[in-house]
């Protein structure tokens, strides 16, 4: 069976959807050795290991942006059996069976996402065409995800499948050790103003589901000897907000929070070891996967329990509804005071994380691969 991945995403592994195709590919690459795969990129900026029945093929297009891409790049592969979009999108023409990852449908689900959504949906249109009658398999990230996809896009229940994504534990194999120590996690040249202090982590878009302000005001219920002795930080694309901003400057919590902005990998592991807490208030989650990669690097997590995330950190987080601001700075301040609690929490998160491998994620998805092709 010749199956094609289009991996677009893989431009930039750093974020979410990067993060699933490059888990996703490795583990094919070591689980199968009967298929043919051939994995197209936008750009060669990662290297996989080698494998004879794997080709990596970099495809490069003169409009170089997503949609115009992902119409022309299967178009190179000729004939294939099965072509796999690991996000949401279809295409004009196919050539075998096609698959998707629909990871949410948060657009459908939220007001303030609406319109871009619409944009994009319009445009789909004119191009593909029903996508619906395109679109042979759904693969999705979380129970909560099947059920809101069902729900939403009316789709038969035997077209849709759940296969969980995984944590990446080679990159984070040493968490087990226990936490790191706590220095600064400004680079070099900006730590003056902040030390080593500890701190409480949040990884977080720009999308305002992700609902940090929620944990901008719990941390500024804190008791001043928390606050004074711990700093807040955040990593990912929520420092372009400038609304978060000025929220934090109003909270009085200014000098105590950092906004890293995105870090790769190495550093990203880094500062989940070394986070005396992780807290992620998230409104709605495909799956949540920084409340895995933090419970495999050893650190406690405080969530929300809107959404996939129950399933993601089943007993081995503090859940709270993500609006409980008081929920979530008692919870802060508990975890921040107690020892045990800490590391009970630890235990559990790494155990909940060893759940979730990739390996498990290739092999259930080849299976939808192969059921898909040999259905009539």
Known sequence: MKIVIAAWHLKDFNVGLGRYCRGLIE???????????????????????NRPNFRYRPVRVPLFKRRVWEQVAPLLSG????????????????????????????????????SRRNVKSLLERLVVGDKWAKIDHVLTDSECSRKDILDRLNLPQDRVTVVYPGVEVDRVRTASAGPAPHPSPLPAGERASHGGRPYVLCVAGADPTKNVETLVEAFARLPLAHRDAHDLVFVGDCRRREDLR????????????IFTGVVDDERLVELYRQATLFVFPSRYEGFGLPVLEAM????????????????????????????????FARAIEQVLEDAELRNDLRQ???????????????RETI???EKVVSAK
């Open 27 to 49: 583990a094919m690459a070591r689980v199968d050795s009967e298929h043919q795969y051939e994995i197209l990129m936008p750009v060669e900026t990662y290297r996989f290991p």
């Open 79 to 114: 004939p294939y059996d099965l072509l796999h979009f690991p996000y949401d999108s279809c295409v004009a023409v196919k050539r075998g069976k096609f698959v998707v990852t629909i990871h949410d449908v948060k657009p459908l689900l939220f007001g303030e996402l609406a």
């Open 367 to 369: 299976a939808v691969y």
């Open 348 to 362: 559990r998160g790494l155990r909940q994380a060893a759940r979730f491998t990739w390996d498990r994620t290739a």
């Open 246 to 257: 000025q929220l934090v400057a109003r909270a009085g919590i200014e000098k105590h929070t």
């Open 296 to 327: 495999a690097c050893g650190c406690p997590v405080v969530c929300s329990s809107a959404s996939s995330l129950p399933e993601v950190a089943g007993d081995a987080a503090i859940l709270l509804d993500p609006l409980d601001v008081k929920g």
